[in-house]
């Protein structure tokens, strides 16, 4: 029995590692691309930063106006004010994530946009010319889901040296992607080929998430059964010395030596879209609702636009929302500066207290075991690409998914919610996969080679398995040789 096994365990790992060698090489090479080239996204951040200053001396419509409009029986998700070309916008996005938009100067539903009014609304965005506009429904940038609410979209070419690209929602004018040739270039070799991130298979999220769960599961085994087998091989008959010759002495020792962090590697890849279920308990949109504890479903107070201007004379976005019952209004002055009003235009403070009572209202009946303000970025909360806001408040709570809460400590937002899964799950993907403590985010010089020493173990370990795999597949049949049939038999057993 335990001969078939052996037997069995070596037949899996060769040619389930034949099939699947060249996927691992792709997978290797392209990570040391994702290390410096991310897949192209506008931020925030940047969406702010090409928007102009708010006129809100144009603005005639107040936000309740704007609500009615629309004829909302629910408060909007997100309800913001900006400018869109050379007039103020509100921009609504509900639950479900429809989008709506209202002008602030005439209380009138935005029309679609036009190619020459789509052409203007790039050009003033990224202070560039435009060039031609065509329409689509999606391409290789916007395949993902979070496009839908936006589509048809207008695809801008701007006439650059960088070769700058710009998508704009054709319903709404809103911008909702950039990118420039450099980096579309480089996530045909990254990104894409990483993730298996084709439109024509992206486009079907289920059916992708099941390519990938079932290219990157198998190869696991390969891993497993790979780690085992050399192992076995090394202390055969108390010598502490590989058996093999040629590559396929490279492959076992390059197999022993980083096999467990390439198996690490591979598993947490395969996390990465939760098979089965797993990890995909998140935060409570009851609690969001119950910590927002908006009064009435489809009303904003109308708010004081002189005292804000005088307040904030180039403030680029308004964003109205409640915290704790009560009408507020975040404020953005450019991509990061940010403060919290009252709809009277006048500052609001917001104080410890006010933050641990709204929190606690909403997760009733459940205490509050800690609060802690984080100042600096910690392995719960940091960003990779981009800073994340700075304090916060972590509230935890004692109720059976033992969730915490991160709430902006400047303007009472809340920022997350993270699950006693969401944190396992932080440590098997994220951690395994790119580790990404911030210590290490920070210093690059260290994180960066131990990262090009194991996915150069990983591109040298998929090569030798595809020369090894190449000359297993195209050697001449021979006739059977008893003496090498029982010489096998010995290496399997």
Not at 53 to 60: E, G, Q, T, Y
Not at 179 to 187: K, L, P, Q, V
Not at 317 to 342: C, H, M, N, T
Not at 405 to 416: N, R, V
Request: charged share 20%; aromatic share 12%; proline share 7%.
């Amino acid at each position: 029995m335990e001969k078939r096994f052996r037997r069995v365990l070596f037949l899996v790992h060769r040619w389930l590692g034949i099939a699947g060698c060249l996927l691992m090489l792709m997978w290797f090479t392209s990570g040391v691309v994702m290390m410096y080239v991310p897949y192209p996204s506008i931020t925030p951040q940047e969406r702010r930063a090409g928007l102009a200053p708010l006129a809100l001396n144009a603005v005639r419509v107040q936000p309740p106006d704007a609500l009615a409009k629309v004829r909302t029986a629910t408060f909007p998700a997100s309800f913001r004010l900006e400018m869109q070309g050379a007039r103020p916008v509100y921009r609504i996005e509900w639950p479900d994530r429809r989008r709506q938009a209202v002008w602030a100067d005439t209380g009138n539903l935005v029309e679609a946009v036009g190619a020459s009014k789509a052409r203007a609304l790039a050009a003033a965005f990224t202070r560039l010319p435009a060039g031609s506009a065509v329409l689509i429904v999606r391409d290789q940038w916007t395949v993902a889901q979070g496009f839908d609410p936006h589509r048809p979209l207008w695809r801008i070419e701007m006439n650059d040296a960088a070769r700058t690209r710009v998508h704009i929602a054709a319903g709404s004018g809103e911008i909702v992607q950039h990118s420039t040739a450099w980096e579309r270039g480089w996530n045909w070799v990254g990104a894409i080929p990483h993730w298996l991130y084709l439109t024509a298979i992206r486009q079907h999220p289920e059916f992708w998430r099941q390519l990938v769960m079932w290219t990157s599961g198998p190869l696991l085994l390969v891993g497993i059964s790979g780690v085992w087998i050399g192992i076995l091989r090394l202390v055969r008959r108390g010598r502490w010395q590989s058996p093999y010759r040629g590559w396929m002495w490279w492959h076992h020792w390059l197999g022993l030596i980083g096999g467990l962090t390439l198996l690490t590697w591979v598993a947490s890849g395969w996390l990465s879209v939760k098979p089965f279920g797993w990890f995909e308990r998140g935060g409570d949109h009851a609690v969001e609702t119950a910590f927002r504890a908006v009064p009435d479903a489809g009303y904003f107070p109308r708010i004081d636009l002189f005292t804000v201007s005088r307040a904030l004379p180039d403030v680029r976005e308004l964003r109205f929302d409640y915290f704790a019952g009560k009408p507020v209004i975040r404020a953005w002055s450019g991509p990061q500066k940010q403060v919290l009003l009252k709809p009277t235009g006048l500052p609001s403070l917001l104080t410890s207290q006010h933050v641990i009572m709204a929190a606690t209202t909403a997760m009733q009946p459940h205490r509050i075991e800690t609060s802690v303000l984080i100042k600096e970025p910690d392995t719960y909360w940091y960003g990779r690409w981009q800073p994340r806001p700075l304090p916060v408040w972590r509230m935890v709570f004692s109720d059976p998914n033992r969730t915490w809460l991160h709430i902006d400590a400047t303007t009472g937002e809340l920022l997350g919610q993270s699950t006693q899964d969401a944190r396992t799950y932080r440590w098997l993907f994220s951690f395994l996969h790119d580790f990404d403590l911030p210590v290490l985010l920070a210093h690059r010089s260290v994180r960066d080679p131990a990262m090009w020493v194991l996915l150069g173990l990983g591109t040298a370990l998929s090569a030798s398995s595809i020369v090894i795999g190449w000359r297993r597949m195209t050697r001449p049949r021979r006739a059977l040789n008893p003496y090498r049939v029982q010489a096998h038999r010995q290496i399997a057993e």
